[in-house]
């Protein structure tokens, strides 16, 4: 005959009486330092590892997200233009950071005003950021400032952070269907990616440099970022994925007095350029 419970009274038997408070606790707690642990030893190890990233596995990992972006781009006398200035400017590059490297720009006729570095030796040029720029100048302190962020393999820091960490929250959490839309999701990772203060300026520098061995002066260098800067509390997605602007120019203007660069007239625009501004 069953016996019935009185309502509230706990199903516990007296050979397994219910968990302490205290207990759990202890238990929660040590999951989630293991956990936490676990994610920093990623990270750190993510961070390692870009360099022994070799450029043939690097083009292979862009073989499948490039396919996302060039579907959005557009082949055009635009992105044709934006590709003969990239090519004056990384013959500054040094050897090493030129060897087994096809850079290249994707233009995208979207109103996004960002760039980015991807995998694969692409860099991401919206319409909307070529609608901010007034001379060729600052244009070319853009795509040298994406160029340094290749130098530095921070375009793959991001990327291969997202994915350990995902990997590990799978491993630890059970969840085998995140493993799966990690491909999926490590392209918002690329475009919306948030580099350190620390890292945006060292691709700074590098884009001020070959600004400076491109037009022998470096004026233009701060105008993207000036005029951006009155814009910080606008919703644009260079300035979500990027330090704040003003920072960035004083950090520059640092850099430009320190190595005694000059400033002379700036180029203008290409026509083909401005001409799809125009007709936007």
């Known amino acids: 005959m069953s016996i019935e419970l009185p309502p509230g009274t706990a199903a516990y038997s007296n050979s397994n009486p219910p968990p302490k408070n205290r207990q759990v606790l202890t238990l929660m707690a040590m999951f989630l330092g ?13 961070g390692a590892l870009v360099w022994a990233i070799p450029p043939s596995v690097e083009r292979q990992m862009g073989r499948a997200i490039l396919p996302i972006y060039e579907a959005q781009s557009q082949p055009s006398a635009t992105q044709a233009e934006l590709n003969r200035l990239l090519e004056r400017i ?8 030129k060897e087994n490297r096809d850079y290249q720009v994707l233009y995208i006729p979207n109103d996004t005003v960002n760039a980015a570095a991807i995998p ?46 995902r990997l590990v929250l ?20 690329l475009t919306n990616a948030q580099f350190s203060q620390k890292q945006e300026q060292q691709a700074d520098e590098i884009g001020l440099t070959l600004l400076e061995n491109t037009y022998g002066h470096v ?48 180029a203008p625009l290409p026509s083909v350029l401005t001409s799809a501004i125009s007709e936007k």
């Not at 293991?34 to 993510?46: E, F, P, Q």
């Not at 990384?90 to 950071?97: G, R, Y």
């Not at 070319?140 to 793959?156: K, Q």
């Open 34 to 46: 293991s956990l936490g642990l676990a994610i920093g030893a990623a990270i750190w190890l993510a």
């Open 90 to 97: 990384e013959v500054n590059l040094p050897a090493e950071q």
């Open 120 to 165: 694969g030796d692409r860099i991401l040029i919206y319409q909307g950021l070529l609608d901010e720029v007034q001379s060729e100048n600052e244009l070319a302190m853009v795509l040298g400032h994406e160029l340094g962020h290749f130098a530095n393999r921070d375009h793959l820091r991001g990327l291969s952070r997202s994915v350990m960490v």
């Open 170 to 189: 799978a491993t630890f959490l059970g969840d085998a269907g995140s493993v799966g839309a990690i491909a999926t999701n490590s392209v918002s990772v």
């Open 219 to 266: 004026a233009g260098a701060t105008d993207f970022f000036e005029r951006l800067s009155k814009k910080e509390n606008s919703n644009l997605a260079f300035l979500a994925s990027h330090p704040p602007s003003k920072r960035r120019v004083q950090a520059i203007e640092r850099e430009i007095a320190e190595e005694g660069y000059a400033k002379r007239d700036k």
